[in-house]
């Protein structure tokens, strides 16, 4: 039988390379042009061949028939799920299998898979919790794999976070209808007779088709192009200013265009399901209370799944030994660093933990919400920077000239052992193509490997999306598939990728687009660890 791993990195698919999603667009990276390639020659090669695995990695199943009543979709309250070959006893580090078993609205079984699924093993006395690798069998029926981390009781939890019907509608969505979520231009400027003139526009990326084209004429707009990042973002042409009077950017909204089906499809999101709730009993192993990893913590690590797991609201992480930081092992990690910190506002929350932790760091006052923010300890020389990653940004009005890509900023530093750069991309890419967003990923690549090579001691930490959106213009499906081609991109670079996805999922606090305090301490403190490993 063929099974489909929709663990979102290290995916086995068996199955034939699908289609190409990437457009002509991407495709231009890889030919000779006026602008800087994304990849240089050398590269091309092998890249491609990983690119071909990251195609198949990407690629979604889906109904094998038309779906004619929303009563055929994925039922969570007639799906279950059951514990095999359950023992009394386990011992730590054994594995523990769950097979969930899919039907419809009408209470018959699914022949087709596709459905998107979250599950965790959990204990809410000790707050215990672990996330669980969910494989597709493509036939109705998925398995899910639980490694047993602590000693003590367990449970099993499995959600379904959308239907295979409902992820067509995301995907379909995403592909054909970007221009959903639109943006406002406002531009300024002198008019007659000493008049000062104020227009409101919409914006968003250039990109053909997906709906991103409905601007207007040829002539309906203002180009502005970033030679550098290599990307263009227009606005309506404004009636009586130039295209130079662009002054600030926000938000403009929502066009939810969802047909009275698709809607119905989407309201059974992010449901629990019944099933087997025996607990599961787990012992010592040869004295051992809790599973650990030794190495070192240095780039280019692996992200298993899982990835750690939480006891009493600490994580331990699989990925590489890690340590937890008080007040002053915190400062003097920072100590002695110019730290850079660019994305959205989930890594400004990394921020902002900084500041409370660290007494002695003081922030410049410069009333710029979306940066740069910069925070200061003279004494022990530690500078700290964020600033809101470049368009697009779903924000409140803001000065358009304040927002810079990160391939840019990475580009204008120079790097070197007392140099940290951390970055975070997603959030606000969920309603573009996938060749969109792949080709900002490629461009931020060839920053950070340009940075590496003038400065091969600079620390480098990519944090990815988190769980919380669960709906067409942010689903965690859409987060998914973002994360899988930030690791794709980045998985031999030489930099730290934190994974955060495992860690908002299976935590029991109620999931939020921003974590809360439990959660991000404990980010922090892998965070640390990967700066300061010893």
């Known amino acids: 039988m063929v099974e489909v791993i929709w663990s979102y990195i290290g995916n086995e698919r068996k199955k034939h390379p699908p289609p190409s999603f990437l457009s002509l667009h991407l495709a231009g990276i890889y030919t000779n042009s006026t602008s800087p390639s994304v990849l240089s020659s050398e ?3 092998s890249f491609l061949d990983d ?12 109904p094998d028939r038309a779906i004619t009543n929303v009563s055929m979709s994925t039922s969570p309250g007639h799906t279950k799920f059951i514990i095999q070959n359950l023992k009394e006893i386990y011992q730590i580090g054994e594995e523990l299998y769950v097979t969930v078993h899919a039907k419809d609205f009408d209470n018959k079984s699914k022949r087709y898979g596709g459905d998107f699924f979250q599950a965790k093993l959990f204990c809410s006395k000790t707050k215990a919790s672990v996330f669980g ?10 398995s899910v794999r639980f490694l047993l981390p602590w000693v003590g009781k367990a449970q099993v939890a499995v959600r379904l976070i959308h239907s295979s019907e409902a992820v067509q509608v995301l995907k379909h969505h995403r592909d054909t209808d970007s221009d959903r979520v639109f943006f ?9 007779n000493k008049t000062w003139l104020s227009e409101q526009v919409m914006c968003n990326v250039k990109w053909d088709n997906n709906g991103l084209e409905n601007m207007g004429t040829e ?24 295209c130079s009077a662009l002054v600030y950017h926000s938000l403009g909204g929502y066009r939810n265009r969802l047909t009275n089906k698709e809607e119905m499809l989407m309201k059974e999101a992010n449901k629990g399901i019944n099933g087997d709730n025996r607990i599961i009993n787990i012992f010592h192993s040869k004295g051992n209370e809790t599973i650990e ?11 298993p799944v899982p990835a750690g797991f939480y006891l009493n609201d600490v994580w331990t992480s699989f990925v590489c030994s890690t340590r937890h930081f008080t007040t002053q092992m915190t400062t003097e990690c920072l100590k002695d660093k110019h730290i850079y910190m660019m994305g959205d506002s989930t890594m400004r929350q990394w921020f902002d933990f900084f500041l409370k932790a660290v007494p002695t760091l003081k922030e410049m006052n410069l009333q710029y919400d979306l940066g740069p923010r910069i925070a200061v300890d003279v004494d022990k020389n530690i500078d700290l920077h964020w600033r809101a990653h470049g368009v697009p940004l779903r924000t409140g009005k803001t000065a358009f000239a304040g927002l810079h890509y990160i391939s840019n900023e990475i580009d204008d530093l120079a790097g070197g052992p007392h140099t940290v750069i951390m970055f975070n991309l997603g959030l606000h890419f969920t309603t573009y193509p996938l060749d969109f967003f792949t080709r900002r990923v490629l461009r931020i690549r060839k920053a950070v490997l340009a940075l590496l090579q003038r400065a091969p001691n600079t620390t480098v930490i990519i944090k990815t999306v988190n769980t919380g959106y669960k709906d067409i213009f942010g689903s965690d499906w859409y987060s998914l598939q973002l994360n899988k081609i930030l690791h794709w991109a980045f998985q031999d670079v030489g930099v730290y990728i934190l994974d955060v996805w495992q860690m908002t999922s299976c935590h029991y606090s109620t999931e939020n687009i921003h974590p809360g305090p439990i959660i991000i301490q404990n980010e922090i403190d892998i965070l640390l660890s990967f700066i300061c490993p010893y």
């Open 219 to 242: 002539d309906c707009c203002c180009e502005y192009n970033d030679s550098r990042a290599e990307e263009t973002w227009h606005c309506q042409r404004p009636k009586s200013l130039p």
């Open 133 to 142: 690798e969910v494989v597709d069998l493509l036939n109705g029926s998925y």
């Open 293 to 303: 990893v030794t190495e070192k913590c240095h780039p280019g690590l692996h992200t």
């Open 51 to 62: 690119y071909s695995r990251l195609q198949q990695d990407v690629y979604w199943a889906g």
């Open 43 to 45: 590269e091309s090669s």
């Open 184 to 192: 406002n231009g406002y531009y300024e400027g002198p008019g007659p």
